[in-house]
Nanobody, 122 residues
Framework: QVQLVESGGGAVRAGESLRLSCTFSPCNRCAMGWFRQRPGQDREFVVSITPFGDRTTYGDSVRGRFTASRDDIKRIVYLQMSNLTPEDTAVYLC?????????????????WGQGTQVTVSG
């Protein structure tokens, strides 16, 4: 069982930046992902990152504005979000999959955190 805990969410204004963190328990060669979910909607893929961060895959709506990284010694995955817009408002969830490749679909991820709220005002 891999446990994940997100932090760093909050309320910001449009154009500002925010960094989310996800602390995870030991997970041998697990790719990690960030998803987001708005009320009443399905989870939306944000980014997936391979073990040791050598490869990332981004969702279309965040590419160029968001950057994922990870520190496998500290067991933390980061999501640096820049130039935020109100459309980025959502609960952001960290997830881990039992595999080393990136994946854009939520069903590929076995373990999930509880999420952290990000609210962007215009």
């Amino acid at each position: 069982q891999v446990q994940l805990v997100e932090s760093g969410g909050g309320a910001v204004r449009a154009g500002e930046s925010l960094r989310l963190s996800c602390t995870f328990s030991p997970c041998n060669r697990c790719a990690m992902g960030w998803f987001r979910q708005r009320p009443g909607q399905d989870r939306e893929f944000v980014v997936s990152i391979t073990p040791f961060g050598d490869r990332t895959t981004y969702g279309d709506s965040v590419r160029g504005r968001f950057t994922a990284s990870r520190d496998d010694i500290k067991r933390i995955v980061y999501l640096q979000m820049s130039n935020l817009t109100p459309e980025d408002t959502a609960v952001y969830l960290c997830a881990a999959r039992d595999g080393i490749g990136t994946h854009t679909r939520d069903f590929a991820y076995r373990w999930w955190g509880q999420g952290t709220q990000v609210t962007v005002s215009g």
